[in-house]
C-alpha cells in the first residue's frame, strides 16, 4: 500500500501564491507518475498537473493552469510538488494528490491507483 499525506492548502487573496505538496510513503518503489487533480463546488475531479518521472520522463498540465502552476518531484524525499502563482477564484478546489504505476494517461484520474484525502484551496476576490 502507499499513502499520500498533502499539505499546503490556504485561503488567500486572487493574484497570489501557494506551494501544495504531497508526500508518499509506503510501498512506493513501484510508483512512477504522481498527478494532482482538482474538484470544485459542484463540479466533476479534473486533472491539473501530472508527472512521469520513469524512463523518458513526462509532464501534462491543463489548458486552464499552464503558465500559472509548475510542479516539480524530489525523488529522494518522495514528495510531488506543486507551485501555483497568479490564482484566480476559479482555482478554488479541493486539491487531491495521486500515484500510480501504470498510468498511461496523466490527465485522467481513473489511472491512479492511489489518492490522498485532499486540501482545500479557497481564493477570494
Known amino acids: 500500500q502507499v499513502q499520500l499525506v498533502e499539505s499546503g492548502g490556504d485561503s488567500v487573496q486572487a493574484g497570489g501564491s501557494l506551494t501544495l505538496s504531497c508526500t508518499a510513503s509506503?510501498?512506493?518503489?513501484?510508483?512512477?507518475?504522481m498527478g494532482w487533480f482538482r474538484q470544485g463546488p459542484d463540479k466533476e475531479r479534473e486533472g491539473g498537473a501530472a508527472?512521469?518521472?520513469?524512463?523518458?520522463?513526462?509532464?501534462y498540465l491543463a489548458d486552464a493552469v499552464k503558465g500559472r502552476f509548475t510542479i516539480s518531484h524530489d525523488n529522494a524525499r518522495n514528495t510531488f510538488f506543486l507551485y501555483r502563482n497568479n490564482l484566480e477564484p476559479e482555482d478554488t478546489a479541493v486539491y487531491y494528490c495521486?500515484?500510480?504505476?501504470?498510468?498511461?494517461?496523466?490527465?485522467?484520474?481513473?489511472?491512479?491507483?492511489?489518492w490522498g484525502q485532499g486540501t482545500q484551496v479557497t481564493v477570494s476576490s
Open positions: 495521486a500515484a500510480g504505476y501504470l498510468v498511461a494517461e496523466l490527465s485522467r484520474p481513473r489511472e491512479y491507483n492511489y
Open positions: 509506503g510501498n512506493t518503489y513501484r510508483i512512477n507518475s
Open positions: 508527472i512521469y518521472y520513469g524512463g523518458g520522463g513526462g509532464t
